[in-house]
């Protein structure tokens, strides 16, 4: 069974700070997803993710399949941002048909 | 864009009694899934479903859950009994194929009273 574990577990920066959050996770995978959850629950998909890196808009996601490690950046955060930042994986078996394992996310709020 | 739809947003319900919670994938997807996020932990796979049967399922989907997809575009979940402990915010996910990026509905906040 797969271990995910995220850090930090809440995030408190200024508008226009560059962060990082951080994701690990014990047992290969076929993936590597981060997603968004805002405060009224709704997930929204950022990235997918199995190799390398990935840019969409402001924010990086970087893999590193060695190292059993992502991470997630968000450039000129804006309070717009504030949001838990979750990063979930999928491993090998099924086909897909197996769920995704999640982490206990990232609690991140960006102050004016 | 496509979007993955989920009613009811919210629903109360007595312990004991029957809840279905329905969701409507993105029409091209082939696989579903449903997962539950109790107050304060972390999201829970439940269970994947493709070509009209159960994938995979977590042992958090006992005897009193079943899925179904009873025409082309619904997925459902039921509980049929439910518990104090049912009470969390249930999300339904699809994907085009298996391995592809999943796509979330908003949830259905169940409360069990």
């Known amino acids: 069974k797969n271990e995910v574990e995220q850090s930090p577990q809440n995030l408190t920066a200024q508008e226009g700070e560059f962060i990082t959050i951080n994701c690990s996770y014990s047992v290969g995978i076929s993936a590597l997803h981060w997603l968004q959850q805002h405060p009224g629950g709704g997930i929204v998909s950022l990235f997918m993710?199995?190799?390398g890196k990935k840019k969409h808009g402001r924010l990086i996601a970087t893999i590193n399949i060695q190292e059993k490690h992502s991470s997630l950046h968000i450039t000129a955060s804006h309070p717009r941002d504030s949001a838990v930042y979750i990063c979930a994986v999928r491993g090998y078996s099924g086909g897909g048909a197996d769920g995704l394992t999640f982490g206990k996310g990232t609690h991140l709020i960006i102050q004016p | 864009e496509p979007e993955v739809t989920q009613t009811p947003s919210h629903q109360v319900t007595q312990m004991g009694q029957e809840v279905i919670l329905r969701c409507v994938p993105i029409?091209?997807?082939?696989?579903f899934y449903w997962y539950r996020q109790i107050l304060g932990q972390k999201v829970e796979f439940l269970v994947s479903?493709?070509?009209?049967?159960?994938?995979?399922k977590s042992e958090i989907f006992d005897d009193q859950f079943s899925v179904e997809r009873p025409d082309g575009s619904n997925f459902t979940l039921k509980i049929r009994s439910t518990k104090l402990e049912d009470s969390a915010m249930y999300f339904c996910?699809?994907?085009?194929?298996?391995?592809?990026?999943?796509?979330f509905g908003q949830g259905t906040r169940l409360t069990v009273v």
């Open positions: 029409s091209n997807h082939l696989y």
């Open positions: 479903f493709y070509n009209n049967e159960i994938s995979e």
């Open positions: 996910a699809s994907s085009e194929q298996g391995l592809t990026e999943a796509f």
């Open positions: 993710l199995s190799s």
